[in-house]
C-alpha cells in the first residue's frame, strides 16, 4: 500500500513535549495518528535536531511506541551525506513540525491537513487554509 510520499516529522515538541535533551511525554494523538499514516502507505520520516545518543534514545522511544521510521535524519535509509556534492535539504512531500508557521495544530487537525491536501496561505498575520477560504465570485461574461 505504499504510495510514495514521505513525510517528516520533527521529535521535539511535535511527537513528544519538547524537554530536550531528555525525552517529553507523548504528544495526543501523535503515535496513533503516525501508525494511521504509515498504514495508509505514507513513508515516516524523522527529522530531528537530535544526533548520538540523544537521536538513538527518540528512535528506540518511537519504536517502543510502534513507530519505526523509513529514514532518520535521511531523505531515505542508508543515505551518506556528502556536503560537497548534496544539498542538506532533506527530499520530503510534507514536513511536520512545531515550528511551522502558525505553530502546531494538533494531530487531529494534522491528519485531516494531509487527508484533504489543504493548502495554506498567509494574509495578514493569519495563516488560512485555502480550502476553508470564501471563494470570490468572479465577474464576467459568463459567470
Known amino acids: 500500500m505504499l504510495n510514495n510520499k514521505k513525510i517528516a516529522v520533527d521529535f521535539d515538541g511535535t511527537i513528544v513535549d519538547d524537554a530536550y535533551p531528555a525525552i517529553g511525554k507523548a504528544k495526543i494523538f501523535a503515535f496513533e495518528t503516525l501508525k494511521r499514516l504509515q498504514m495508509e502507505g505514507y513513508r515516516l520520516i524523522l527529522w530531528t535536531y537530535r544526533h548520538g545518543k540523544t537521536l538513538d534514545e527518540a528512535v528506540e522511544f518511537c519504536k517502543q511506541n510502534g513507530i519505526e521510521f523509513y529514514a532518520v535524519n535521511s531523505s531515505?535509509?542508508?543515505?551518506?551525506?556528502?556536503?560537497?556534492t548534496q544539498s542538506r535539504k532533506l527530499d520530503a512531500d510534507w514536513f511536520i513540525d512545531d515550528r511551522n508557521l502558525g505553530g502546531f495544530p494538533g494531530w487531529g487537525e494534522i491528519y485531516n491537513i494531509i487527508q484533504e491536501r489543504i493548502e495554506f496561505r498567509v494574509e495578514g498575520k493569519e495563516v488560512l487554509a485555502y480550502s476553508k477560504l470564501k471563494k470570490e465570485k468572479k465577474k464576467g461574461l459568463f459567470w
Do not use: I, L, R
Request: charged share 45%; aromatic share 22%; glycine share 12%.
Open 76 to 84: 531515505f535509509e542508508g543515505e551518506v551525506f556528502d556536503s560537497e
